[in-house]
């Protein structure tokens, strides 16, 4: 089994060029001159948004150096473990809603510290995975959209992570 997947992982992506490629001859369009438009798009939108995500990867950078979260950590400790949610993770939860890279390094400080199979571990990689960087995510898409009104984003995605991270907490069995 694991060889017809490895197999059929090794071809899906040339597969899926050429069926682009095929479709885009079989319609009559011109595949290289939108395959270039559309990069050239692509780099617009990027050099748009390159500001944003600099100034959010050096606030968490800040945050991160300054010891900022583990006194957020200790500051809500009482709260969160009487939710049954680490006050160890506190931090990461906090984070992950600006930067999913600075995220990663909380996670690799955390998987050292406590490991892998940890309780803690098990909630941080089930969290990761079920939470997004809401406010990296907003900026991008609002900006490259030419959003102004988010209406209830904001509200629902804070929400969604909520959601996330007691996910996280009953999947990795602490509650």
Do not use: H, Q, W
């Amino acid at each position: 089994m694991a060889s017809v997947l490895s197999n059929i992982s090794n071809i899906i992506i040339p597969v899926i060029i050429f069926y682009i490629v095929a479709y885009g001859l079989l319609n009559k369009t011109n595949v290289y001159e939108d395959f270039v438009r559309g990069a050239k798009e692509g780099l617009k939108t990027v050099v748009g948004i390159l500001p944003t995500l600099a100034a959010l990867m050096t606030a968490v950078g800040v945050l991160r150096a300054s010891g900022f979260l583990g006194f957020l950590g200790d500051l809500v400790r009482p709260l969160s473990e009487k939710a049954g949610f680490p006050a160890e993770l506190v931090p990461l939860a906090f984070v992950k809603m600006f930067s999913s890279s600075a995220a990663t390094g909380l996670v690799m400080d955390i998987f050292k510290n406590y490991g892998t199979d940890s309780p803690i571990g098990l909630i941080t990689s089930i969290m990761m995975s079920c939470t997004e960087t809401i406010f990296y995510t907003m900026s991008v898409y609002f900006l490259a959209a030419k959003v102004t009104k988010t209406r209830y984003t904001l509200a629902g995605a804070l929400l969604a992570t909520v959601a996330g991270i007691i996910a996280s907490v009953v999947l990795a069995g602490m509650m």
